[in-house]
Nanobody, 123 residues
Framework: QVQLVESGGGLAQAGGSLRLSCAAS????????MGWFRQAPGKDYEFVAA????????YYADSVSGRFTISRDNAKNTVYLQMNTLKAEDTAVYYC????????????????WGQGTQVTVSS
């Protein structure tokens, strides 16, 4: 069982930056693939980024590639999402996710979800 708690959301201007953090409970965090999804108002959940258990593999949606960076610190049981050059269309609730697939790439529905953190980008 993994519990996930996101932080770092808020309001940013277009072109600005935010960093999301996700603190995970459980001694097996380092063996899980991790990721981020988002849901904009009136839209379905959308994959954003994923990272393998060692951090050696990362995956991004085309819409954020080159602007967002996912990373993890297994010693701190934390995964991060650095978001740069934000756009109004990045406005959404962002969810941290975890999966027992160590090489989770975001192509399947993840097993564990956080409660979400709101990101609002003003244009």
């Amino acid at each position: 069982q993994v519990q996930l708690v996101e932080s770092g959301g808020g309001l940013a201007q277009a072109g600005g930056s935010l960093r999301l953090s996700c603190a995970a409970s459980g001694r097996t965090f380092s063996t899980y693939g991790m990721g981020w999804f988002r849901q904009a108002p009136g839209k379905d959940y959308e994959f954003v980024a994923a990272i393998s258990w060692t951090g050696g593999e990362t995956y991004y949606a085309d819409s954020v590639s080159g602007r967002f960076t996912i990373s993890r610190d297994n010693a701190k049981n934390t995964v991060y999402l650095q978001m740069n050059t934000l756009k109004a269309e990045d406005t959404a609730v962002y969810y941290c996710v975890a999966d027992r697939n160590r090489y989770y790439s975001g192509s399947t529905h993840p097993k564990y979800w956080g409660q979400g953190t709101q990101v609002t980008v003003s244009s």
